[in-house]
């Protein structure tokens, strides 16, 4: 990336405490003493103290550290939803030395194949609810370990049964699976007198592998080490420090804990801190969502524009006591005007909206919650600094629109096994091209003014046209397609695809159908339109920007109701 001495960079103010750590579990460790009887996680009624994660974890890593092939760098699969077994797993992994690679519970086979093998994956906890899909794939890779766990495992008898057989036997959610070398979760956590011997990590060690697109292309791990990781639970600790008491808290996690943004902020930040998470299992259950707020007194409250606004449409929300509401934080997706000002009327409560990526684990910029401009993604965290840049990477004054660029401890080490992906993203210097434009104001703060590649962001997840495009020409009745992202009310932005068929009989509701079949649920194009020829530049690349300037405003073929 090209340098100047006239570049305009806009930095934080800076990071300090970073060198007295040099693991994620140094802080895990310390946190845990400190506030050993203070709640750590709450979900479905049942709580678990710092003292009851550090014993639980201690005796997951401990029967990790009994299988000879298992060692320090090993990569572990976390497939599960928010629940109380994903800290205790992450903390014990963490412990053993293992490198933790968060899965999507509702990934399709091809997307879990794909995962475990591109990281090396050789064990694994995951629900019970999605062990038939690992059964399909787990011959075609690494995987020789594998920790099955149903939902209601850490809870007390006899509540613990009626959970399980409820989800089991009632609801029906458990489809039947063969997986023989499988053990249950509670057996790893049963002990034997054996302590675990905490992995000596070193800072510069990689702690998660956690999966992104990226700027462009097909999924990739994003490096995180033990120093990134560190460094934004502190970064997140300057910022609300003066607002937040140490383990007084009581944090809403309603995002899934495999997300970057719910990973860093509920599961470290909030450790870090003595603060009480009460995590949800199951957001899209609004009625159950709002029944457990009204029994939960909390002060701060995690979400994204999605879930504010669908929230704020329901009476027994609105009835609800904001009394204790210090803090509301917004990521994952462009906050609106229109839902910032409804929840501030609902709530008494401004949000705080900030951005970050995967690759910054996530946070890099944020509003400052004294100060916040609606419509900006604010000014860099401690530690961070922050420029625009031309296409030849030559920094841009204020108030010129180029790519952002980003600097700091949090950036990630690189791309797993990519070289040529890390080398097209992060500088020598240790600049990230992030891929969206922005703009710098006069007054610092970042706006972001356009995305330059051609990701499209459904209710806070990168999805990618690329994947799209080649699981649909997959199919036998499609000779081209092109994915491009549209305004939705509900989502932000939806999936519209754009189909050339080979044969009249190609029906697009069936088209969707069948990418239900082999896309997670939210990649799933919401509109297929029908088109003769795509259009395409004179070297014959599809112009997705075009299709999408077409379609913004105008949605297309309906969805099915």
Not at 118 to 136: P, W
Not at 228 to 239: D, F, H, R
Not at 332 to 352: C, D, F, H, S, Y
Request: net charge negative; proline share 5%; aromatic share 6%.
């Amino acid at each position: 990336m090209a340098d100047s001495a006239n570049a305009h960079v806009e930095s934080g103010v800076p990071l300090t405490g970073l060198e007295a750590f040099h693991s994620v579990n140094d802080i895990i460790a310390d946190a845990c003493r400190r506030y050993a009887d203070k709640p750590a996680f709450s979900c479905m009624g049942k709580t678990l103290s710092y003292a009851d994660i550090d014993r639980l974890a201690d005796r997951f890593a401990a029967w990790l550290q009994s299988h000879d092939d298992l060692a320090p760098g090993d990569r572990i699969a976390i497939q599960l939803p928010n629940v109380l077994q994903f800290p205790v797993a992450v903390f014990g992994a963490l412990r053993a030395g293992l490198v933790i690679v968060n899965t999507n519970p509702l990934y399709t086979e091809r997307e879990m194949r794909h995962q475990f093998r591109d990281a090396g994956v050789k064990a694994i906890v995951v629900l019970a609810n999605m062990a038939h899909k690992l059964e399909n794939v787990i011959a075609q890779t690494d995987i020789r370990h594998v920790v099955v766990t149903e939902m209601g495992d850490l809870h007390d008898w006899p509540k613990r049964a009626l959970i399980n057989v409820v989800v089991r036997r009632v609801k029906k959610m458990v489809p039947a699976y063969s997986l023989p070398q499988a053990v249950g979760f509670r057996r790893t956590l049963a002990g034997g007198g054996r302590a675990a011997k905490v992995a000596a990590g070193q800072d510069e060690e990689i702690a998660v592998l956690q999966y992104t697109g990226g700027t462009t292309g097909v999924a990739k791990g994003a490096m995180l080490t033990h120093r990134n990781l560190i460094a934004n639970m502190l970064q997140t600790q300057e910022l609300l420090g003066d607002t937040l008491e140490n383990g007084r808290e009581t944090i809403i996690a309603p995002l899934p804990c495999y997300h970057i943004y719910t990973f860093t902020v509920n599961c470290l930040y909030a450790m870090t801190t003595g603060q009480h998470n009460i995590l949800i299992p199951n957001p899209r259950d609004i009625a159950g969502f709002v029944k457990t707020l009204s029994k939960t007194p909390f002060t701060v409250f995690v979400g994204l524009n999605t879930l504010f606004n669908a929230l704020c449409q329901r009476d027994d929300f609105k009835a609800l006591d904001f009394s204790r509401l210090k803090f509301t934080i917004s990521g994952g997706m462009a906050l609106t005007q229109a839902t910032a000002k409804r929840w501030q009327e609902v709530t008494g409560n401004g949000i705080v909206e900030g951005y970050g990526l995967t690759e910054t684990s996530p946070i890099a910029l944020v509003n400052p919650p004294d100060a916040a401009q609606i419509g900006t993604i604010g000014r860099p965290v401690a530690g961070t600094s922050v420029r625009v840049v031309d296409d030849e990477g030559r920094a841009l004054p204020p108030g010129e629109s180029g790519e952002l660029c980003i600097k700091g401890p949090q950036v990630m080490k690189g791309y797993w096994n990519r070289p040529e992906d890390t080398a097209k993203t992060l500088s020598d210097d240790g600049w990230l091209r992030t891929g969206d434009m922005a703009v710098v104001q006069e007054d610092g703060y970042v706006k972001i003014v356009d995305r330059k590649k051609d990701m499209i962001l459904v209710s806070g997840f990168n999805v990618y046209p690329n994947e799209i495009e080649e699981v649909v020409v997959g199919h036998p009745d499609v000779l081209e397609a092109a994915a491009v992202g549209v305004p939705d009310e509900e989502t932000g932005e939806a999936v519209k695809l754009f189909v050339v068929a080979r044969n009249e009989s190609l029906d697009p509701q069936a088209l969707r159908q069948w990418c239900k079949r082999e896309l997670t649920a939210y990649k799933v194009p919401k509109f297929v339109e029908l088109r003769d020829e795509l259009p395409k530049s004179n070297v014959g690349k599809v112009l997705r920007r075009e299709l999408r300037d077409e379609a913004s405003g105008k949605a297309g073929d309906e969805p099915p109701a």
